[in-house]
């Protein structure tokens, strides 16, 4: 059986390349359209990963870099949700990392200078292998809001990376999750790029007291759509007729 | 109103960000923290095929090389074939097809090794020219950037291939052909990257 092709990308659900509120994009943003391929071996195809690509410590934030009997300053969290297809299939096996800031809003990065300090205990990126149900967890410390440099004044939501492959290049994805009943989600001109209010909600994570471990860790859901595929029939063929 | 088709819909992409390297290549962001760091070692040892380096710069709209930028790349083999079960063929042990870079902070540069990939099957019968499958992603940049490199050695299949042909501006396609030199015994592809303005990169939609 050959593959079936990607359902094309709903480019309305994504921010345009140039949204002028988020300052950075105004150069980085290509002037011509992007031209649309059918897909090819090369689209459909995509990197895969094992469990000796990773090692099993490396999902939890609150130990992977702590020192021994130590661990990181803040509120204790569970980040966990499916990888699903828009199909709403589960995608098993497939490489999801996560990246953030401490408690305290500060990077671990020699980049940042923001005068929050460095947690000795928080290196702030994980990364794990979705399960046959396409089920993934994280445990690591809420991160802070921090300021960043657009207008004067902008603070970004607290949020948490999320960078996730799918079986083929083309559902390859980055984005930001944030947290339920955060006010600075309205405020954020990087937030506020996504066209619909439907997709601000499709990034922040809803708090799950029945995922919670109490008086240990509050726990936050974060499901994740990458694009789905045909089914065989009356698929249209990458090869012949 | 009609029945609801109950697709779900994908998530919305947001930018990469500043610090992409602490999630994606944390080792650049100063500390190390995994045992091994995805996507350092595209080819392996075993790979058959024309050993090559492949460097550029990415730059913006105002002629800048932009700094923060992270690529991967996806690629088949030299005979064609991806590591993928939907790829017809068998790929050398510890073949990945999958790189990872980031630019030196100061300048922007940006290299990998690997080796030069076969032509692969196109659609429909078809063959595509040889090329590695690139996306961009940066801060400022709020859904990555498809596009894919070509080799200027490779003219014939170049000219036949159905993707480049694609492209309505025949001027537009040289921008995805990177340059042959051949540098102290080391093979060097050249592909600088232009994100927006004169001589801007083409970008697929994928």
């Not at chain 1, 140039?18 to 992007?34: E, G």
């Not at chain 1, 661990?71 to 098993?92: F, K, M, Q, T, W």
């Not at chain 1, 809003?105 to 005068?115: E, I, N, Q, S, V």
């Not at chain 1, 809001?145 to 390859?172: C, E, K, L, M």
Request: aromatic letters at 10%.
């Amino acid at each position: 059986m050959k593959p079936a092709e990607y359902y094309q990308r709903d480019r309305q659900r994504h921010a345009p390349a140039l949204t002028p509120d988020y300052k950075t994009s105004v150069t980085r943003s290509p002037n011509f359209a992007a031209i649309s391929l059918e897909n090819t071996v090369s689209e459909i195809t995509g990197p895969r990963f094992g469990h000796s690509d990773i090692s099993p410590i490396d999902n939890d934030l609150i130990r992977n870099y702590a020192a021994d009997g130590q661990s990181p300053i803040g509120e204790r969290i569970i980040l966990h949700g499916r990888v699903l297809d828009e199909n709403a299939r589960p995608v098993p096996n497939t490489m999801v990392e996560i990246w953030q800031a401490n408690a305290g809003g500060r990077y671990r990065h020699k980049k940042d200078t923001y005068l929050a300090p460095i947690d000795p205990n928080f290196g702030g990126c994980g990364r794990t292998l979705t399960d046959e149900n396409g089920y993934y967890f994280f445990r690591t410390v809420k991160p802070g809001a921090y300021p960043w440099r657009n207008w004067v004044n902008d603070w970004r939501p607290a949020h948490i990376h999320v960078s996730i492959f799918g079986s083929g290049f083309t559902q390859r994805l980055i984005t930001q999750c944030y947290f339920e009943g955060d006010p600075l989600i309205a405020k954020c001109p990087i937030v506020q790029t996504i066209p619909d209010p439907d997709g601000v909600q499709a990034v922040t994570a809803a708090l799950d007291m029945n995922a919670t471990i109490p008086l240990d860790s509050i726990a936050y859901k974060f499901d994740i759509v990458l694009r789905g595929r045909r089914s065989t029939l009356f698929e249209n063929r990458l090869e012949g007729n | 109103m009609a029945q609801d088709l109950s697709y779900l819909k994908e998530t919305p992409s947001q930018t990469a960000g500043p610090y992409v390297h602490i999630g994606l290549a944390p080792g650049a962001a100063g500390f190390d923290i995994y045992d091994q760091e995805l996507g350092k070692d595209i080819a392996g040892p075993k790979a058959a095929g024309e050993r090559i380096t492949v460097q550029g710069i990415v730059i913006d709209g105002t002629g800048s090389p932009i700094k923060d930028v992270l690529l991967e790349a996806w690629q088949a083999n030299a005979d064609g074939v991806y590591a993928h079960p939907e790829s017809d063929g068998e790929v050398e042990d510890g073949f990945r097809g999958f790189g990872r870079v980031i630019t030196e902070f100061e300048t922007g540069e940006w290299s990998f090794d690997t080796v030069k990939p076969g032509p692969v099957p196109g659609r429909n019968g078809t063959t595509q020219a040889p090329h590695i499958n690139l996306w961009v992603v940066a801060r400022g940049i709020n859904l990555g950037l498809n596009t894919r490199l070509y080799f200027d050695d490779e003219a014939e299949a170049n000219a036949a291939d159905p993707v480049l042909n694609v492209i309505e501006w025949e001027n537009r396609r040289a921008t995805l052909i990177a340059k042959r030199t051949v540098q102290d015994g080391k093979i060097i592809y050249r592909f600088d990257i232009r994100v927006q303005g004169d001589g801007e990169t083409v970008f697929f939609d994928i």
